[in-house]
């Protein structure tokens, strides 16, 4: 079937891409900003060991404790989520990630039915379950927006069977070496809101940054900051604007239900 070789070239391409880096490394890099602030510290001109000494007898006259000048580690760099452009939207960068939860192997097994999307399917693709099985509220609002936007909405994911969520936590447990890990990417089957047809993880930068945008206006916002392509419905939003983002989903009450 011209479908499943396209599927398996789909998760082929996956499996390459997924050996690359984990994506809790591309994360990482984008801390950059963080540590490349920090400049070297001139030493050429001056000698350092007076300098030191002058300090810690100027410390210790003004009666300071033990001065932490030079043998104190700098502490950790906390595990802060990934920086965000000043008008509080994702980054190119971060928009222009693949969904980290599609990077693992398939199972011949699951299929179509259980929620898997060929390359380049659609919002519009109601012969797909992933896309028919979505909230009808949540699908409609996508499709007012993907026209208004004038932009075809790609979707990498939409509705997913127990089955395949389950597989993808499995993955997930593999690659980041536990579950408690796994769970910033990977809800179980009782808790995603996918199994509920309630998110979609869209493809492509356009689609993702013009409803980063512009999406509360049709209720659709971003809901964890370590996925800027997984959008839910939130009908408030449309007044009210979306709600503050979870920085993963380990902080959304409803996954520890
Ligand atoms: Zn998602």
Known sequence: MLESRAYRRRIE?????????????VGMSLLQPVS???RPVRTSAVPVLPVLAAVVALLTAVGCSAPAVASTPAPPVPA???PETPGGHPSRERLAQDPPELRGRADD???VADGHLPDGATIADDDYPAVSRLDPHLRAALRAASTDAGIEFRVNSGWRSPAYQEQLLDEAVATYGSRTAAARWVATPATSPHVSGDAVDLAGYRATAWLAGHGAR????????????????RPGAVERGCPRQYAD???DPRMHR
């Open 13 to 25: 391409k996956r499996i390459r891409v997924g050996n690359t880096a984990p994506p809790s490394l």
């Open 36 to 38: 490349t602030a920090r």
């Open 80 to 82: 802060s989520p990934a």
């Open 109 to 111: 097994a699951l299929d």
């Open 218 to 233: 049709y209720g659709l916002c971003q809901v964890f900051r370590n996925e800027p392509w997984h959008f839910e419905l």
């Open 249 to 251: 989903p380990t902080h």
